[in-house]
């Protein structure tokens, strides 16, 4: 399995601009997540899914944050519209089921100017 | 909502010298996972503590869990230079629906 894997790796955008990420969980994996970190905050959860059923978006900072998951094998993560401080990686992470171990893809670095 | 307090928040060694990492919790824990990042990597799953007392191995990496499941510790034996990075314990939330909540990482530097 090529695990989590995310896309861009990398986006510089300009203040105001639509940021989308995206994200493919490991087949079988019924979980879903996307975090955020930076150094003030640390690993925030965004919000998290199960069978591709939004379980709990209470980490989405704002109404600017939307996130979906069609399917099982794709998830985006869309900022509209973007803010500097919004600059920071986000991973997307899945698991088989709560209570285990998360494989993190391996992130995208969002620099918002 | 739940938190894990982890300290300390860094620590340089000399290579070859010990390393321990703490985590404690107000409440009474389900589980315990931990977590190595890499400088510009990601997260890497360690292992999970489920039992009250738990030790378990990884080669040089010795993880405990508390007696009363509150606080946990990841201590390295003789560090290398590959053990550089930020380990995170992690705690499922309150309702224990999958919500893992991250502590904020001790940060290990080792010089050779």
């Known amino acids: 399995d090529a695990g989590v894997i995310q896309s861009p790796r990398h986006e510089v955008t300009e203040m105001g601009q639509e940021v989308t990420l995206r994200c493919k969980p490991i087949?079988?994996?019924?979980?879903l997540f996307w975090y955020r970190q930076t150094m003030m905050r640390g690993l925030e959860l965004l919000i998290y899914?199960?069978?591709?059923?939004?379980?709990?978006d209470s980490g989405m900072p704002e109404d600017r944050f939307s996130a979906k998951m069609p399917n099982a094998s794709f998830s985006t993560l869309k900022i509209q519209p973007s803010e500097p401080r919004d600059s920071a990686v986000y991973f997307c992470?899945?698991?088989?089921?709560?209570?285990?171990?998360?494989?993190f893809g391996s992130g995208t670095r969002l620099t918002v100017v | 909502g739940q938190q894990v307090m982890q300290i300390p928040q860094y620590q340089h060694v000399q290579e070859g010298e010990d390393f321990t990492t703490y985590c404690n919790s107000s409440?009474?824990?389900?589980?315990i996972q931990w977590y190595k990042q890499r400088p510009g990597g990601h997260p890497v799953f360690l292992i999970q503590?489920?039992?009250?007392?738990e030790v378990k191995k990884q080669k040089r990496l010795t993880f405990q869990f508390g007696e009363a499941k509150k606080n946990s510790s990841l201590h390295i034996t003789a560090t290398q230079t590959t053990d550089v990075g930020t380990y995170f314990c992690?705690?499922?939330?309150?309702?224990?629906?999958?919500?893992?909540?991250f502590g904020q990482g001790t940060t290990l530097q080792v010089k050779p």
């Open positions: 899914f199960n069978n591709n059923v939004p379980i709990d």
């Open positions: 992690a705690i499922l939330g309150s309702s224990n629906t999958g919500k893992l909540i």
């Open positions: 409440t009474t824990l389900s589980n």
């Open positions: 087949s079988g994996h019924d979980y």
């Open positions: 992470a899945s698991s088989w089921d709560y209570g285990y171990g998360y494989t």
């Open positions: 503590l489920v039992k009250s007392g």
